[in-house]
């Protein structure tokens, strides 16, 4: 195992910021498999299961049996992590930018594009090879002029070349759920089972460019680039990503973490990353992929104290209640009801909501969104 400490942009004089890598295994054999935690610093569970799963890690590479490589970034975001308001964390928006820390990552297929598209032959491994290193050159290149951007930088290179990026979150209040670009399903399947998520949310191109969709939308980019050219080149999917969101902010217990841990581990040995004398069995999933264009949010229809009628993880038909807003003033209750069929998988922790805020989302089988389908 090595670690690495890599200096951020300094925003201020006098102080600066660092953010560790973990790497297992040898570069460049093998596949690579690069995991984050905790990009929005504010969500702990990641952070914890990343401690666990450092340990798996140790044991296996000092026995052995690393195939490939794996790269673990347990605190992604020590900018985030840093950041109070009135004592309360502040890790989903850059204070000093106010981004998400989670969106606004370059569209690499466009950064690339114009290295790769006469660089492509017949053979789907070497278009691989080329455009991972069109990826490093663009990020090496890359001068931030931000704490934010250095940070965006510094991740995308220790990623660009994985195989499979996997980028831990949670919600507020949830079940285990799952997010993953179309292309990236057939691969990530058996994660979704092992990790016994009950809800996987299917897009391509949710829109903003968020960390995952930036490693693994590029493959499917440039495919449609060449198609659109004229230049039927084999490329491959390079990356799969996806972001797991492990449960509920509150969720942080050894017990949990330590499960995690284990299934990530076994995916791991799943995908011959790590050695396995016997491959690990995967468990029945525990629900069908829907479309993220199918995911209905519910919003607040007036101020007042929220309180839920459905528990995160119960399946919901169209029009049960879901939950009440209460104005004590008025003397008024407003329900909310579900407008689709499917499990509710996040909800808020807060109690008392404004008007027009969110309050859940539940996953629908029909997609009937477009557009920019993740929050803020």
Known sequence: MQRIDHSLLSPSLGSHKTLTSFHFGTPGRGPKVYIQASLHAEELPGMLVAHHLRALLEAADAAGQLLGEVVL????????????????????FDLATSENFN??????????????????GADPVANVDAVRRAMGDYLRNWTPNTELQSLRRCLLT????ADAVLDLHCDC????HFYTEETCWPQLEPLTRLMQCEAVLLARNSGSGPFDECLS????????????AAKPMPLPQGCCSATIELRGEADVSHALALADARALFAYLQHAQVIASTTAPALPAARCQATPLAGSQTLHAPAPGVVVFAAQVGQVLQVGDLVAEVIDPIANQTYRVVAGVAGPLYARIRERYALAGAELGKIAGATAFRTGELLGA
Not at 173 to 176: F, L
């Open 73 to 92: 970034v347990p605190v992604a975001n020590p900018l985030g992590l840093a950041q109070r308001v009135d004592h309360r964390a502040m890790g989903r």
């Open 173 to 176: 209040e949830s079940v285990m």
């Open 103 to 120: 969106r606004h990552y370059p569209d690499l297929a466009k950064a690339v594009w114009p290295v790769v598209q006469d660089a492509l």
């Open 158 to 161: 220790l990623a660009h070349d």
């Open 217 to 228: 939308g590029v493959w499917w980019r440039l495919r449609e680039a060449l198609a659109a």
